[in-house]
């Protein structure tokens, strides 16, 4: 037997935590065994028998035989080129009616989808239903704003292939990214026909938000909008989930409070908030502001996650075969991280409802798994991480892997991230405690 490569032991007092980031497990021991296990696994085995056999069971310590790099290649071709359910992004439009400062979007003014364009999508999944080519269809909007002309696109849209998978007997969801500030009380009623979720922007409490995230047609802020529309989603849509992501800088997160109190009283099961900085921004070593807020929200009852660490078996849907994005002209897309602009696009969706793919884009990007590198392959985050993603990757090249790689930005000691993803597990009662 040994212990997975996968695990992390962080101290803690007269405690150690042991998470695993391959199976996602998290156990809590005492200092003593701790010691052994470092001295010899064949003396922890004899002496802390109950405590083996319960790391055992978590795979904490697994058996000599097991190459868990294998494990991760084999969950990565499946997940990548072997899953059925279709994740299909939509943009309806690529223009906005909020211009944030720090949004790497062209938006083009007055761009919306056409029916044309509409139907083609509604023959997409037809064809892929048919054709028995998809057991699922995961249907995600994203801009620009998506929900600008949404009785004239997104509505009609979702709710023709919505009926399209329920004839075939095939589960349907919808996601929005949005800015929230177009929802009214009728759309709410609509949304909630669709099996919806959200991620909704803020940006930290109302003087702050209100100076980035202001209407283009009268500069009226949005804060207490969108603080409404949550409200308003998360008590009248039923198994509706809402991303709340708070993009941060230097000076938001200071009066973090403020944007707490305004979301009391939401069921904490339907929401989750999201730390994300500002791209454009400097991240800040060992940030004991973004520590405190992350901290703030978990002791008042709220899931929170920082940095796209997940278990997963790849390091983002743009690597798997069946994920595509369609434009508001038609044009196909892999990647929603840069501009949508020809320079991007990867293929063109067709009259018949087929997707016609520029030669070689597909290949390049799917050819070889992110994580297939030195860097990567020695890495104990790499279960969560998969590696810099198949866009980074075409960036940079295979040589300058380390410029991308996503510890880059993390705001604090690895330590201090593995003890807050240990305790946000221990509030949701899934860790252990073995004596």
């Not at 490569?5 to 042991?18: A, G, H, R, T």
């Not at 590696?387 to 075409?394: L, Y």
Request: hydrophobic letters at 35%.
């Amino acid at each position: 037997m040994k212990i997975s490569q996968y695990v992390y032991f962080i101290e803690k007092k007269n405690k150690v935590l042991c998470f695993s980031t391959l199976y996602n497990e998290v156990a809590l021991i005492s200092l003593n065994a701790y010691k052994t296990i470092k001295k010899s696994l064949d003396e922890f085995k004899d002496k802390f028998t109950n405590v083996y056999s319960s790391l055992v069971a978590n795979k904490i310590i697994i058996e000599d035989e097991v190459n868990e790099i294998d494990i991760i290649r084999c969950q990565n071709k499946s997940e990548t080129f072997y899953s059925r359910n279709f994740d299909l992004t939509l943009l309806p439009s690529l223009d906005c009616n909020l211009r944030c400062w720090y949004c790497y979007e062209d938006h083009v003014r007055n761009s919306r989808m056409g029916q044309d364009v509409q139907d083609n999508i509604v023959k997409l999944i037809r064809n892929k239903i048919e054709k028995k080519e998809m057991d699922g269809l995961s249907l995600n909007f994203y801009g620009g704003e998506p929900l600008l002309d949404f009785n004239d696109i997104a509505y009609p849209v979702s709710i023709a292939l919505k009926s399209l998978c329920e004839e075939a007997r095939i589960p349907f969801k919808t996601f929005f990214i949005t800015n929230s500030t177009l929802i009214d009380d009728a759309m709410i009623d609509k949304l909630a026909e669709l099996n919806v979720s959200f991620q909704i922007t803020l940006d930290g409490y109302k003087e702050k938000h209100n100076k980035i995230r202001f209407r283009k047609s009268n500069q009226e802020g949005t804060y207490q909008h969108i603080i409404d529309t949550i409200h308003k989603i998360t008590s009248r849509i039923e198994n509706v989930f809402v991303n709340i992501r708070i993009n941060y800088d230097e000076q938001t997160l200071q009066n973090i409070d403020g944007l707490l109190e305004d979301l009391s009283g939401i069921d904490r099961s339907k929401v989750n908030i999201h730390f994300e900085r500002v791209w454009q921004t400097d991240t800040i070593p060992n940030n004991e502001v973004l520590k405190n807020a992350i901290h703030l929200f978990m002791v008042n009852g709220f899931k929170t996650t920082y940095i796209n660490w997940h278990p997963r078996g790849f390091a983002c849907k743009a690597e798997c075969l069946n994920q595509v994005i369609i434009s508001y002209d038609g044009r196909v897309y892999k990647c929603t991280g840069r501009n949508f602009t020809e320079e991007h696009c990867d293929g063109i969706l067709d009259d018949d409802g087929n997707i016609q793919w520029k030669a070689g884009r597909l290949e390049r990007r799917l050819a070889k798994a992110t994580f297939e590198n030195p860097m990567c392959l020695a890495c104990k985050m790499l279960p969560l991480c998969m590696g810099p993603c198949s866009q980074k990757q075409i960036d940079v090249g295979p040589d300058h892997l380390r410029q991308v790689c996503s510890k880059n930005v993390l705001e604090m000691q690895m330590n201090d991230y593995i003890e807050y993803v240990c305790n946000n597990m221990l509030l949701s009662n899934q860790s252990k405690e073995y004596k």
